[in-house]
């Protein structure tokens, strides 16, 4: 059972470059998450997915596009990367229930120059 | 927006020392949790606190949700070093699954 697991772990991209990271859960969990974390500004949520098939934007989704066409994948793009996306990104997936209780994967470290 | 706000941003002290973390915020939450972070890793679920006053217990960490469900704490009784590292809490609103709100977390170091 490995959980949460995200790929690639580190990456570089020149400015205006392209990628898709891409995380896959294997505990059958319905939701999935991807969050961005920068120093002093904590977790924020960039898009979200409540089922396959099924995307929606979050707090900061500006740049990023998502698709879920499979459950239990979930996959980040950047069309067109910028500086200003330097940062370390996570994805996290949950169940159904009041606690929304979010398991996250180990994190993809993102520079751009 | 709801925001949650983590106090003190850094913390560092003595192994055997007792510490205490705030998580504040003016909106109600259905649901507060506890993570943990180590460096180069993800955030690891520690408690999750549901009921207004509720308090739960982790070992030598007590858990407690404050009755408006608005704020949280979380103590640590007789630090080690191992304690160390980044405390986020986080809400959830009622509603349907769409994310967590993150505080901002605290830097905890504990010396030996």
């Known amino acids: 059972n490995a959980g949460v697991t995200q790929t690639p772990k580190f990456r570089v991209l020149k400015t205006g470059q392209s990628m898709t990271l891409l995380c896959a859960q294997d505990m059958n969990h319905e939701y999935m998450y991807w969050y961005r974390q920068d120093p002093g500004m904590g977790l924020r949520l960039i898009h979200y997915?409540?089922?396959?098939?099924?995307?929606a934007k979050g707090e900061v989704p500006d740049g990023y596009n998502v698709s879920r066409l499979k459950k239990q994948n979930f996959l980040l793009g950047l069309e067109s990367a910028a500086p200003s996306q330097t940062s370390v990104y996570f994805c996290?997936?949950?169940?159904?229930?009041?606690?929304?209780?979010?398991?996250f994967g180990p994190g993809t470290r993102l520079t751009v120059t | 927006t709801q925001l949650l706000e983590q106090s003190p941003q850094f913390l560092s002290i003595q192994e055997g020392e007792n510490l205490t973390v705030y998580c504040n915020s003016s909106?109600?939450?259905?649901?507060l949790q506890w993570y943990r972070q180590e460096p180069g890793e993800g955030p690891v679920l520690l408690v999750t606190v549901v009921t207004g006053g509720e308090v739960k217990k982790l070992k030598r960490l007590t858990f407690q949700f404050g009755d408006a469900r608005k704020d949280s704490s979380l103590h640590i009784t007789a630090a080690q070093p191992g304690d160390t590292g980044l405390y986020l809490c986080?809400?959830?609103?009622?509603?349907?699954?769409?994310?967590?709100?993150f505080g901002k977390g605290t830097h905890l170091i504990i010396q030996p």
């Open positions: 996290a997936s949950d169940t159904p229930s009041p606690n929304y209780e979010q398991y």
């Open positions: 909106s109600v939450f259905s649901s």
């Open positions: 997915s409540v089922g396959e098939g099924t995307t």
């Open positions: 986080a809400g959830a609103s009622g509603g349907g699954a769409d994310g967590l709100t």
